[in-house]
C-alpha cells in the first residue's frame, strides 16, 4: 500500500512556508506538519520515526525568487507608456530583486536540508524542476500575461531577458543545490512544455472546464501547441478571484500561471519515471 501525504501551500517559500509560519497562517510550518503526521522525535542519532518516507517531492525556489513579481512587473514596466530610460531602469530593477533571490537560494537549500535530516527520517529527496510558462527555443512566447492587466503585457523582449536572467538561473541552482545535497533533480519533463506556454491554444472554454477526472487519466488534446498553463481569465473562473495589487477582481487569481492538469499530468508521469522505491 501507499500512504501520500500532501502539505504543499500556494505561495510557500523555504523560509516562510517549509521552514517557518506560512505568511498569514499559524499553523505549523510543512516540515513540522510531516514530523507530526509521522510521529518523528529527535533521537541520538537522528530522528526517530513511526514511518520512513520513501520519496519526498519537494517544489520550492520560484516563490523565493518572486517569480510572480517579475511577470508583474515586466507587465506594469510597457516601454510605450514611459520613457526608455526610466522603462530599463524598471526592468532592471525586476530583475535586481529576482538575480539577489537566486543567489541566496544555496543557502536556503542548505538549511532546507538540514531540517530535513534532523526533523525527518527520508530515503530519497526529490527535487522537482519549473517548467517555463513561456515555452522555450524557437517556441518561446512573443506576449505572455496579457490578460493580468488589460492593455499591458509582457512583450518577447522581456520574456527572453526573463529567461536569460531568472528562468535558466533558477534552473541551474536547483540543479546544483540537488547534486550539493545529494537530492534527485527530476527535470525530464521540462522539454515537454516547451510548446505549451502561456500563449499556446486553449484546452477548453474556462466555462467548460471538464473537471477532475481521478482516478481516470486526464485526456491530452492531439494538438501539440495546447496550453498546459491556467491563464489569469481561465483561473478566475474556475478558482475563483482573490485580490491583487496587479490585476482587477475578476480576474486576480491566485491560480494564474500555475500548470493545469494537462502539465500537473505531465510532471507526475515524469516522477513516477524516476521514483526509486527499491
Known amino acids: 500500500s501507499v500512504t501520500f501525504l500532501f502539505t504543499a501551500r500556494t505561495g510557500a517559500e523555504i523560509d516562510e512556508g517549509l521552514l517557518g509560519p506560512h505568511p498569514g497562517s499559524e499553523s505549523d510550518t510543512q516540515i513540522d506538519e510531516i514530523a507530526a503526521m509521522l510521529g518523528c522525535v529527535p533521537g541520538p ?28 512587473g515586466l507587465v506594469l514596466a510597457d516601454p510605450d507608456l514611459a520613457f526608455r530610460l526610466a522603462y530599463r531602469i ?17 543557502a536556503k537549500y ?8 534532523s526533523r525527518l527520517d527520508v530515503k530519497e ?8 510558462a513561456v515555452g522555450s527555443g524557437d517556441d518561446i512566447c512573443e506576449v505572455a500575461a496579457e ?23 533558477l534552473a541551474q541552482t536547483m540543479a546544483t543545490a540537488a547534486a550539493t545535497h545529494g537530492w534527485v533533480y527530476v527535470d525530464g519533463h521540462i522539454d515537454a512544455f516547451a510548446t505549451h506556454g502561456y500563449c499556446g491554444t486553449d484546452p477548453y472554454p474556462a466555462t467548460a472546464y471538464p473537471g477532475n477526472p481521478y482516478p481516470g487519466e486526464v ?5 501539440p501547441s495546447v496550453r498546459w498553463f491556467r491563464r489569469a481569465d481561465e483561473s478566475a473562473v474556475i478558482q475563483g478571484a482573490s485580490g491583487s495589487a496587479f490585476r482587477p477582481t475578476d480576474l486576480a487569481t491566485s491560480g494564474t500561471l500555475h500548470p493545469n492538469e494537462l502539465g500537473h499530468q505531465t ?7 524516476v521514483l526509486d522505491f527499491s
Do not use: H, W
Request: hydrophobic share 45%; proline share 6%.
Open 45 to 72: 542519532e537522528g530522528p526517530q520515526c513511526d514511518r520512513t518516507i520513501d520519496a519526498l517531492t519537494v517544489s520550492i525556489g520560484g516563490n523565493d525568487v518572486g517569480f510572480n513579481v517579475v511577470i508583474g
Open 147 to 169: 490578460d493580468l492587466v488589460p492593455g499591458l503585457e509582457a512583450d518577447q523582449e522581456e520574456i527572453l531577458e526573463a529567461v536569460d536572467r531568472v528562468i535558466e538561473p
Open 267 to 273: 510532471i507526475r508521469n515524469e516522477l513516477l519515471a
Open 125 to 132: 529527496v526529490y527535487l522537482v524542476g519549473y517548467p517555463s
Open 110 to 117: 542548505a538549511a532546507l536540508d538540514q531540517a530535513i535530516r
Open 90 to 106: 524598471a526592468i532592471n530593477e525586476v530583475f535586481r530583486l529576482a538575480e539577489n533571490g537566486i543567489r541566496e537560494l544555496p
Open 219 to 223: 485526456t491530452v488534446p492531439t494538438d
